[in-house]
């Protein structure tokens, strides 16, 4: 089956994982480790992307990144490139380092961007590297030390972290370590390394079986059909498009088939405003998929949904059937 696209849109948090190929290490020593810090910092200063979590394990890597401009792309391949070609000069290797291509889990921010801060930053303590919190503070690998304010780097965005605690920095620091300890001893169904129905959930009660998820996003429902809607990736929506037309259909006694004709008797027309209404005003469907699958223009597809619009204010029955 052929891999999915990456969802990468700058303003969307992005939990990145890197690993190394064939479960192999990734640094030898601290002077690799040293050389990757210091290629992350200048590229997050210079792509203007936020980090808010960061650790360097001997095998893996885990980054939480806010891209602003950018895509997350331009960074990550800069990034991966310059520090392969360096570490296998170096240790005089050849081949690939890295396993495949980085994975990136598109994740609601509002809900998980703590639970992956505290996710990522406790990666040391659970993979046997350090005994306990204290002895994570002295880790100089991870992000953890940065936050509380005692490490050597300076590219961890604490300004819009520690505000999250508290407002004062000591409090937000107490409250942060406060909050870490609580997370050795949660128990969750899910893990934070990828995205999907079992890991969203388990983070987020709120939400049900039935949402839509997508294994590329943490989050369910309303952000995965926003996320989605925002990337208008190929074949991305083409699931619930399906189930929108299929509705719409049923509701005036049509076929999926016949929606997609080039048709202008008034049931046609109104079906397809009403198509077009939800697909780009309620479920954040990419207009050009619309106007792939209905045989219209892109700006015919706002036209619609405007006339769209219309019909639903005027048919409250319409409205509930198609949700």
């Known amino acids: 089956m052929p891999r999915k696209a990456r969802i990468d849109i700058p303003g969307l948090l992005q939990h990145v994982i890197v690993r190394g190929v ?45 891209p602003t401009e950018q895509p997350l792309a331009r960074l990550m391949r800069r990034l991966l490139t310059g520090y392969a070609v360096t570490h296998n000069l170096r240790h005089k290797r050849a081949g690939h380092l890295f396993q495949n291509r980085y994975k990136s889990i598109a994740c ?34 991870c992000g953890h030390q940065q936050l ?10 604490k300004a819009e972290l520690l505000p999250l605690f508290a407002k ?6 107490e409250r942060y370590l406060a909050f870490l300890a609580d997370g050795l001893h949660t128990n969750k169904r899910g893990k934070l390394s990828r995205g999907g129905r079992q890991s969203s959930r388990a983070y987020n009660d709120h939400l049900s079986e039935d949402e839509l998820f997508d294994e590329r996003i943490l989050g369910g429902g309303d952000f995965v059909k926003q996320v989605l809607g925002a990337a208008d990736l ?33 049931v046609y027309v109104q079906a397809k405003a009403v198509i077009c209404y939800f697909a780009m005003r309620r479920w954040r469907l990419p207009a050009s998929a619309v106007a792939e699958r209905l045989g219209y223009t892109a700006s015919a597809v706002s036209k619609a949904a405007h006339r769209g619009d219309k019909l639903c204010r005027e048919d409250k029955k319409l409205q509930g059937f198609i949700g």
């Open 148 to 157: 509380i304010g005692a490490g050597p780097y300076e590219f961890l965005a």
């Open 22 to 66: 064939a479960q192999t290490d990734i640094f030898t020593d601290d002077k690799d480790r040293e050389d990757f810090v210091s290629r992350l910092g200048s590229l997050l200063c210079e792509t203007k992307t936020l980090c808010y979590a960061w650790v360097l394990l001997d095998n893996h890597i885990h980054l939480l990144l806010l």
């Open 108 to 141: 609601d921010d509002e809900i998980y961007r703590l639970e992956l801060l505290r996710y990522i930053h406790l990666n040391p303590l659970r993979a046997g590297i350090v005994t306990d919190l204290e002895e994570l503070a002295r880790y100089q690998w």
């Open 168 to 173: 004062s920095k000591k409090i937000a620091v």
């Open 234 to 266: 190929p074949g991305a929506s083409e699931r619930d498009l399906g189930e929108l037309i299929a509705r719409v259909a049923a509701y005036y006694s049509l076929s999926t088939e016949e929606l997609s004709w080039p048709c202008r008797r008034p």
